[in-house]
């Protein structure tokens, strides 16, 4: 069972704010993950990274931006926030090692950004 | 393109009922097809993973079967129970090494009403 934690897990905050949404993991996964997922709609891929110093866009276009310094840290950041950014944030990672055809992404609890 | 289907959008039953849920998918390559389960303002859950080669898994009252011919998946629920309310996710992956590209449905949402 790996240790995902995602804060803060709940965030309001006015428009042109600087925020970065923290995601961390304790078990040494290489590969990490973000999404984006709107009420009652499918989980969208922003930003993954296969391990330190790297970083990619996902499939869906986002003015987020991401880091990975450490193993254990994926932080995003929005440099600039509206209200269009307001979403539920999943942050997900898949452990080294894994068995071809598998592969399975464990879930931080998720942070849920409104922008006003 | 890659597409996850999902049937019915929402449900309601009562508690000690069963259900199946339905998923449709139109993704290739096809790596293997996994059920989430995920409550309300939190994150997704696995409750089974099927590769091409396997036509059923089970996780407790959790039963998934899979038809890769036909691309369909289904999810039982035996007996379910109040807990059982959430979201219920259909994940296809479409690769077999290094990156996955997971394509994700957009979920039934049931309700285990007492």
């Known amino acids: 069972e790996a240790d995902i934690y995602q804060t803060p897990r709940y965030l309001v905050i006015g428009t042109g704010k600087k925020i970065t949404l923290e995601c961390s993991q304790t078990m040494g996964h290489d590969k990490m993950y973000w999404y984006q997922q709107d009420p009652g709609m499918e989980l969208h891929l922003i930003h993954y990274s296969y391990g330190v110093n790297s970083t990619e866009k996902g499939d869906l276009s986002s003015e987020s931006t991401v880091s990975r310094i450490r193993t254990e840290h994926f932080p995003l950041t929005l440099e600039s926030a509206r209200p269009s950014h307001t979403s539920q944030y999943l942050c997900?990672?898949?452990?080294?090692?894994?068995?071809?055809?598998?592969?399975?992404?464990?879930f931080g609890p998720g942070t849920r950004l409104t922008v006003l | 393109k890659n597409q996850v289907e999902q049937s019915p959008q929402s449900l309601i039953i009562l508690e000690g009922k069963n259900c199946t849920l339905q998923c449709n998918y139109t993704v290739s390559p096809f790596s293997n097809l996994r059920w989430y389960k995920q409550d309300t303002g939190r994150g997704p859950v696995s409750l089974t993973i099927?590769?091409?080669?396997?036509n059923t898994k089970s996780n407790g009252r959790y039963t998934a079967t899979l038809d890769a011919d036909t691309k369909q998946s289904s999810l039982h629920i035996t007996a379910s129970q109040l807990s059982d309310s959430a979201s219920y996710i259909c994940?296809?992956?479409?690769?077999?090494?290094?990156?996955?590209?997971?394509?994700f449905g957009t979920g039934t949402r049931l309700l285990v009403s007492p």
């Open positions: 994940v296809v992956s479409a690769t077999n090494t290094g990156f996955q590209k997971l394509v």
């Open positions: 997900a990672s898949i452990p080294p090692g894994h068995r071809v055809g598998y592969n399975e992404q464990f």
């Open positions: 099927m590769t091409f080669s396997e």
